[in-house]
């Protein structure tokens, strides 16, 4: 059965080229102008995808995001922003979202990102019921992760301490900010250990409404509740023998804390609707962007929960913390990129390896590798060239003093000719992006006789 897709979109042409190219592609697609349709048409059907600009005249894409995970929890959502506000994007992906994309965008970039989410469903394993004698669980990793080493001294000081807990079996809580790779790090705790032949689960807490964790992480029999048609495995059992990893742990509910801690320190389970407790053998990995000591002096999570996943901790360092390791995961995701796009460009132009080496990169690893494989799409020489680098990176604070430096003559031709164009050709615009005077402007035009 085709996806089911919904656009809330208030620019109508923008809106009615996606429907087309979507529809095309198989999808089964609907649009909403406003918000208002939108959230009563969320609430009376169930899409696969929904995709919401980030600013609608009467609502805003992360209000939308929330509302959807209430009404619709199973519903994949990606944002879409022309205001380069990547701090925004970066929230949207802490509360769930499945990926943003910065306007302009080609159709195709947008097609990559759904088509790379329906790869991961289909290549993990799901649950099945235990009248089947084959038993499955989700991502289960065997083989050693893929993942960049580092040559920074926090990243050696970090995959040190990833292999000096590896073979042990203390639980471990991996802190970071958003995007740094936590669940990479702990698919590498899990390769360092003796259950490395065994489960790796991971669970995204933020994403799992508290009506229904019980279920999720235990289990339930047929017949316990409406809609439990089959009995079903939960992610403890599914993880028996290996490592549960509990993503974003700190977004858990009070009651469901509870339930975890009983858990861990019993290492037994009840599937909800059984008067039958498993025992479960499980090392658990967690990860958190949130301060889980302030969670705990402000009461809202257990002081006791924490101690008990906290026998270790590691804290990933951010990608501005590794700027020596920048290029070498840059080299990492262009490869990856090259692979799944069909491509062969060999790397980066001069000029954006400058405005690589300026931009903070807020959004961390997730950030370099979209912004990558967004550029390798648009590529169609051997190098990236300036003109395909979304202008968050080119634009940046930081960059407009350090990188926006007009004593490089071969850069500046081309950046005029890029704020021109992000500006829609407006000359005062371009000159604030370019931070310089509406008169050094009209002199540079003049001077490289770029005609409008």
Avoid at 52 to 69: F, I, K, R, V
């Amino acid at each position: 059965m085709a996806q089911q897709i919904h656009i809330i979109e208030d620019d109508v042409a923008f809106g009615k080229m996606l429907t087309t190219f979507l529809e095309r592609k198989g999808f089964q697609v609907s649009v909403s102008l406003t918000g208002q349709s939108a959230r009563k048409t969320l609430a009376e059907n169930n899409f696969d995808i929904l995709i919401t600009d980030l600013q609608l005249p009467d609502d805003s894409g992360l209000e939308l995001l929330e509302y959807s995970q209430q009404v619709s929890p199973k519903t994949k959502v990606i944002l879409m922003t022309g205001y380069a506000e990547v701090d925004t994007a970066v929230k949207a992906i802490k509360k769930g979202a499945l990926d943003y994309i910065s306007k302009p965008f080609r159709p195709e970039e947008l097609l990559m990102i759904i088509e790379e989410d329906s790869q991961k469903i289909d290549s993990s394993e799901t649950y099945i019921s235990k009248t089947s004698e084959k038993k499955i669980s989700p991502k289960t990793i065997s083989e050693k992760p893929n993942f960049v080493v580092g040559i920074s001294g926090s990243s050696k000081k970090f995959n040190e301490y990833l292999k000096l807990v590896g073979p042990t079996d203390m639980c471990v809580l991996i802190q970071g900010e958003s995007g740094t790779g936590k669940e990479v790090a702990a698919k590498a705790i899990h390769n360092f250990s003796n259950r490395k032949g065994e489960s790796f689960v991971a669970v995204d807490c933020g994403a799992i409404p508290k009506e229904i964790a019980a279920s999720e992480f235990f289990g339930h029999v047929k017949g316990s509740f409406t809609g439990a048609i089959n009995d079903k495995k939960g992610h403890f059992e599914a993880a028996d023998g290996g490592t549960l990893f509990l993503d974003e742990v700190g977004n858990l509910s009070y009651e469901n804390q509870i339930q975890l801690l009983r858990a861990l320190q019993e290492r037994r389970i009840k599937p909800v609707g059984s008067n039958t407790e498993i025992e479960v053998d499980v090392r658990i990995l967690s990860a958190t962007n949130e301060d889980l000591l302030k969670a705990v002096s402000d009461g809202k999570f257990r002081e006791d929960l924490y101690h008990r996943l906290n026998e270790f901790s590691i804290h990933i360092p951010s990608l501005h913390e590794r700027k020596e390791d920048l290029f070498l995961f840059t080299e990492y995701f262009l490869n990856e990129a090259n692979s799944s796009l069909g491509k062969e460009v060999l790397g980066l132009s001069k000029e954006v390896g400058e405005a690589f080496k300026n931009y903070p990169w807020p959004g961390n690893l997730r950030e370099l590798k979209n912004v990558i494989k967004r550029s390798v799409l648009l590529t169609n020489s051997a190098l990236i060239p300036l003109e395909v680098i979304p202008r968050e990176v080119l634009f940046s604070t930081k960059q407009k003093k350090e990188f926006l430096d007009f004593s490089k003559e071969s850069n500046e031709k081309q950046l005029i000719i890029n704020a021109l164009k992000e500006a829609d050709f407006n000359k005062t615009k371009a000159a604030k992006l370019l931070n310089i005077t509406r008169k050094t402007l009209y002199n540079k035009l003049e001077l490289y006789k770029i005609e409008l």
